[in-house]
């Protein structure tokens, strides 16, 4: 009795290994890092969203992959493609810039919509984007995005240029 039990417990233990070592429920290609920095009128854009669009075709993935990086307050970002700063696949890629007003909040109750771009979408089309960029093996560093004199959206507060 004791011995059926262990063995049914070294197969249940083996199964749930064969289980956990199966390949990710999505597609997976190769990625390598992507950093630059964003500013938009003289200031880091803290929590401007960087997305970029492939315009070549990504081997080996069902649905292309859109890389996307958050700026930090330093005005820098990382892509990430699936999980943390993981960077994007290698190819030609547009890129554009949206930056969500974190204070801004609905009139009313029930769940929101996303909030409003400060940048008034003029810069989140990939159909216009702010600058084409080449992935490559190894490490990519984006030059920086400067956008001055861009129209905020109006109520919308920015932070302050470090001094």
Known sequence: MVNNLLRLCLLIGMLTTIGCTQSKPYDAIATHPVTGTVHINGVPAQGALVRFWPQTEQPGVKYPISPVGKVDASGTYQLTSYEGPDGAPPGEYVVTITWPDPDWRPPGG??????????????????????????????????????????????????????
């Open 110 to 163: 029930g769940m929101p919509p996303p909030p409003p771009d400060r940048l008034l979408g003029k810069f989140g089309d990939p159909k216009k984007p702010v600058l084409e960029f080449t992935v490559v093996d190894g490490q990519n560093s984006v030059d920086p995005i400067v956008l001055d004199n861009a129209k905020i959206l109006e109520g919308s507060k920015l932070p302050s240029a470090s001094p």
